[in-house]
Structures are given as C-alpha cells and as structure tokens.
T-cell receptor, first 113, second 111 residues
Framework: NAGVTQTPKFQVLKTGQSMTLQCAQD?????MYWYRQDPGMGLRLIYY???????DKGEVPNGYNVSRLNKREFSLRLESAAPSQTSVYFC????????????FGPGTRLTVT | QKEVEQDPGPLSVPEGAIVSLNCTYS??????FMWYRQYSRKGPELLMY????GNKEDGRFTAQVDKSSKYISLFIRDSQPSDSATYLC???????????FGAGTRLFVKA
C-alpha cells in the first residue's frame, strides 16, 4: 500500500517550458488536491477534485491546469513555467468531501530559472 | 491579515520539556481544527484533529480549541528528539474542500 505517490521528485525548468506533475493514490479516495508550499506561506491550495470527473479552483490557480484522469490519478500541468512557480508541490487525497483528514505525497521540488 | 496566523519559530527545547504550539484564526465558520507534522523534505502527516471546541488527547499530544478566542493549541508532553519537525495547524468547515494552513512552526528538541 504505497499511499500517495508523486513523480517526479525534482525538476528544473527554464522559463516558458511546460511540464506535468503526476499524482496517484491507492487508497480508493474520492477527493484529491494539489498544493504548493513556499517559505513563510504555508500550504496553499491550487486545485482540487471533489470526485472523479470534477475539478475546482483553489486559492492560487493561475498558471496551472489539472486533470482528474480517473479515481486514482490527478495531474497538475504548468503550460508556461515562470520563476514565481518555483516551489514544492504536494498532492493529497481524502476519503470523501470533508477535507480534514488528508494524506499527502512526498512532494515535487520544482525550480524555474 | 491572514486567515490563520502561526509563529514560524524556530522553537528550541530540551528533551523532556512540554511544548506549546499555537495558532490564531479569523474565520468563525471553521469547524475542524487539525495539526499536521512535517519532517524535513517530507509530506505533511495528520497528527490529530478536533471538531468544534474542546480538548483531544492522543498519547503525548493534546489539542485544544477555544472558539470564543479563535485560538488553538497543540501540547507535546515529554518531548523527544524525534518530535523535531515543522508543525502545521490547519482548519476547514463542514463539507468544505478548502483547508487553510498556517505557515508552520519549526520545533527542535535537543537531546
């Protein structure tokens, strides 16, 4: 039982490049989330998916898109990376709607130069 | 003003000390109050959560919520070097998908 997995672990991009961060969970959870974590800012919600087939914006969605591919997988895409998107990105999942018990992946460290 | 305020520390204590970590918040709609622990270069893990006001104890950890003051606390008794981590408070409301996190407090427990 791997829990929440994320790929890649590390990535360096040049400004303007695109990439997709992958996330998968094996706990049969309905809801999934993408956060970014910056020093002094805590975790901020980028997008979430309440259930398979639905996605909604969080606090900081600009510059990102998401896809809930199936119940297990939730991907985050940066279409044209900017230095302001340098951050650590975490994917999380929860069993159902109430998001008080979330399980996090190990994170992706992204640097945009 | 941030919705959730948390002192970033760092907080350094000797092994065996009682640690008190705190957060204040401004949104009275919050109903669930959580504490996550995050080790360096790892993802956060849920320590415990409390619904509405009151206390909750789990081993060496006690969470307190005072909704009248919009103030929550996490107490760690008999602190151990393995407790050295960043502690994040977090809050949400019933049926809410958007959890608001504090910035985290870095704790160091010295052997």
């Amino acid at each position: 039982n791997a829990g929440v997995t994320q790929t890649p672990k590390f990535q360096v991009l040049k400004t303007g490049q695109s990439m997709t961060l992958q996330c998968a969970q094996d706990m049969n959870h309905n809801s999934m989330y993408w956060y970014r974590q910056d020093p002094g800012m805590g975790l901020r919600l980028i997008y979430y998916s309440a259930s398979e087939g639905t996605t909604d914006k969080g606090e900081v969605p600009n510059g990102y898109n998401v896809s809930r591919l199936n119940k297990r997988e939730f991907s985050l895409r940066l279409e044209s990376a900017a230095p302001s998107q340098t951050s650590v990105y975490f994917c999380a999942s929860s069993e159902q709607g109430d998001s008080y018990e979330q399980y996090f992946g190990p994170g992706t460290r992204l640097t945009v130069t | 003003q941030k919705e959730v305020e948390q002192d970033p520390g760092p907080l350094s204590v000797p092994e065996g000390a009682i640690v008190s970590l705190n957060c204040t918040y401004s949104n009275s709609a919050f109903q669930y109050f959580m504490w996550y622990r995050q080790y360096s270069r790892k993802g956060p893990e849920l320590l415990m959560y409390t619904y509405s006001s009151g206390n909750k104890e789990d081993g060496r950890f006690t969470a307190q919520v005072d909704k009248s003051s919009k103030y929550i606390s996490l107490f760690i008794r008999d602190s151990q070097p393995s407790d050295s981590a960043t502690y994040l408070c977090a809050m949400t409301w019933t049926g809410g998908f958007k959890t608001i996190f504090g910035a985290g407090t870095r704790l160091f427990v010295k052997a």
